[in-house]
């Protein structure tokens, strides 16, 4: 897919239209830049908006994206490549979401005096881009028009590296699940499975090892909550993980929809589940006891406490919000007992839903500054 989508796909000829151009590594980055690339497609209507991806899930997963006049892959970042595609695509302004630093690629719209934009930017001292091999990138970067970081210490780093073109804006993720809190949402299987008025606490994002963390308190869990289980993956083996591990209760499959008592809902249906936290009293996030949790942000704007395992440092809004006392990491099964039962103190757990609420009212609108500056840089 990486090889046959750019050999078939034709690059625009944009040459004489105002062209705004955000580029992004994967789906991921994407959810970074939506809430800028939305914004600006609603304030700037006049102009052509280009979307562009390096890897397939990013491309395969948002082809169809409304507000993209074009979703095409980069190419390889190659001088003849690169030149072909901005001059073909012809930008006024380039965004480039989080750290896809390509060097080509920034040269050649550096030398055209092309306006350059860096959003969501998170580094730390070790990335590679101060290796000395990559000096010629930096040498790039300090001419682009400005970079906005997610935090303090990004800004710090980058000044330490003689970039004076950065201004801390926040994470823009932060922006776009807020404004999902704010979207009409119902679902009468999980509003027909919550309706005895027990508490709710939604698993998500979960693999094996998050499984078998929640079931060494499988008693605790369905005795005080209606139990919801959102696998990572989809897949036969992970659900039927799952069943074994919760062997002995009433378990409904989402596609299912059995009408009878069950105590845990398996959610077997993938692109609901940031909406449905809302649903939620507590979140578990999965992905912790591997590479790195999932996304924490989507149940956080809800203002609920979320637990996750101890691999979570890549994350601002996690290290912030462990550190503060409000999300909860943990390494094995008691002590997620052991948060279970201090969030049962009401007082604790308004605290809690205090602090989050105060973390999202501080850090969001990060997009509103990023799109007020993108668009004193444009010739309209």
């Not at 997963?61 to 507000?67: A, D, I, L, P, R």
């Not at 912030?320 to 279970?340: G, P």
Request: glycine letters at 4%; aromatic letters at 14%.
């Amino acid at each position: 897919m990486w090889v046959n989508g750019r050999k078939e796909q034709s690059i625009p000829d944009l040459k004489n239209k105002k062209v705004i151009w955000m580029h992004c590594s994967s789906l991921g980055e994407f959810e970074q830049g939506r809430p800028v690339f939305e914004k600006l497609k609603h304030q700037m209507p006049d102009y052509i908006f280009v979307l562009s991806f390096f890897s397939p899930s990013g491309f395969n997963s948002m082809k169809n994206y409304k507000y993209a006049d074009y979703i095409l892959y980069l190419p390889l970042d190659l001088p003849t490549k690169a030149k072909k595609f901005i001059d073909k695509i012809n930008p006024e302004i380039s965004i480039f979401v989080k750290y896809d630093f390509w060097y080509n690629y920034l040269k050649y719209l550096n030398d055209k005096k092309r306006k350059v934009v860096f959003i969501s930017v998170l580094l730390e001292e070790n990335h590679r881009l101060f290796k000395s091999i990559n000096k010629i990138i930096l040498n790039q970067l300090r001419k682009v028009d400005k970079i906005f970081t997610q935090d303090d210490s990004t800004v710090s780093i980058l000044k330490n590296h003689d970039l004076n073109n950065v201004e801390k804006a926040g994470d823009t993720r932060i922006d776009r699940v807020v404004e999902i809190t704010h979207q009409s949402f119902s679902d009468k299987i999980i509003e027909r499975f919550i309706s005895n008025k027990k508490e709710v606490f939604i698993c998500g994002s979960t693999w094996e090892k998050d499984i078998d963390i929640l079931s060494a308190n499988k008693e605790l869990l369905v005795k005080k909550y209606n139990l919801i289980i959102a696998p990572h993956e989809i897949s036969e083996k992970q659900i039927n993980h799952i069943i074994q591990k919760f062997s002995g209760y009433k378990i409904n499959k989402y596609s299912e929809n059995n009408t009878g008592k069950y105590n845990i809902l398996i959610i077997d249906k993938i692109g609901i589940l940031s909406r449905i936290y809302r649903y939620a009293d507590i979140a578990y996030i999965g992905g912790g006891f591997g590479k790195s949790i999932h996304n924490t942000l989507e149940p956080g704007a809800y203002m609920i406490p979320v637990i996750f395992g101890p691999n979570y440092k890549r994350f601002t809004e996690a290290n912030y919000l462990v550190s503060n006392n409000s999300f909860f990491s943990i390494n094995d099964a008691n002590q997620f007992e052991e948060i279970i039962i201090s969030l049962s103190n009401k007082d604790f757990y308004k605290e809690v839903q205090n602090r989050i609420g105060g973390y999202f009212e501080k850090n969001k609108n990060a997009s509103s500054q990023i799109v007020r500056y993108i668009k004193t840089q444009t010739n309209s």
